[in-house]
């Protein structure tokens, strides 16, 4: 069966500091990954998407997140974080035949300390 | 309107009662699906629409659950004899075109139910 673990549900870094959001995929086909960040009291957005191509894909607001399929991972990546930066951020993923619907981990929520 | 809006944003209910929650897609999109997030979990998938039929319902939990989107746009989902499990927050989402594995899920900012 298809899953996503995101690892860590907490995260917490300095402002400036470096940001990664650890996501691992098991599937038995190509998946097509995404990254959706929450705010409070806002709704889900998408950050960035791998569907083919390049395997390093750059999203909104300064993250970028890279396809390893050997490691079957899709780690999220900003190098400087911003305060505006904290907020709950999924993984997520969609495979062919399965009509679209996302497959999300359970969410890590990041903290950005002053 | 821009974007997905869903209402009511809260609906506090009593067990046993039936529920309506309403979802307003992005105009044009004929792709909707609905998911439950319940709290500290992510968003877990319930139903697809294509156009006004149910294309998969595989994530309905059981046949209290029940959605319909009678003329492709706006879409409700139905839960009878509520029970206290049943508290989450539902949110909907919609796409594009239909089946779009690759497309954007435009999510609404979801309708909190709680049932006591």
């Known amino acids: 069966a298809q899953s996503v673990t995101q690892l860590g549900s907490h995260v917490s870094v300095s402002e400036g500091a470096l940001v990664l959001l650890r996501c691992n995929y098991s599937?038995?086909?190509?998946?097509?990954l995404f990254w959706y960040v929450q705010y409070p009291n806002q709704g889900l957005q998408l950050l960035l998407k791998?569907?083919?191509?390049?395997?390093l894909v750059k999203g909104i607001n300064g993250f970028e997140a890279e396809f390893k399929k050997s490691e079957t991972s899709f780690h999220l990546t900003k190098p400087s974080a911003h305060m505006s930066d904290a907020a709950e951020y999924f993984c997520?993923?969609?495979?062919?035949?399965?009509?679209?619907?996302?497959?999300f981990g359970q969410g890590t929520t990041l903290q950005v300390k002053p | 309107g821009a974007g997905v809006s869903q209402t009511p944003s809260n609906k506090v209910t009593e067990k046993g009662k039936y529920v309506e929650l309403r979802c307003d897609p992005i105009?044009?999109?004929?792709?909707l699906y609905w998911y439950r997030q319940s709290l500290g979990q992510g968003p877990e998938f319930l139903i697809y629409f294509q156009g006004t039929g149910a294309a998969d319902d595989s994530g309905l939990p059981n046949d209290r659950f029940f959605a319909v989107r009678p003329e492709g746009s706006v879409s409700t989902l139905k839960i009878q004899r509520t029970e206290r499990g049943d508290s989450a927050v539902y949110l909907c989402?919609?796409?594009?075109?239909?089946?779009?594995?690759?497309?954007?899920?435009?999510f609404g900012p979801g309708t909190r139910l709680t049932v006591l």
């Open positions: 791998y569907t083919t191509g390049a395997t």
């Open positions: 105009s044009g999109h004929t792709a």
């Open positions: 989402a919609s796409s594009l075109t239909p089946s779009g594995l690759t497309d954007t899920q435009y």
């Open positions: 997520a993923v969609s495979f062919s035949g399965n009509t679209g619907k996302l497959i």
């Open positions: 599937s038995s086909v190509p998946p097509y």
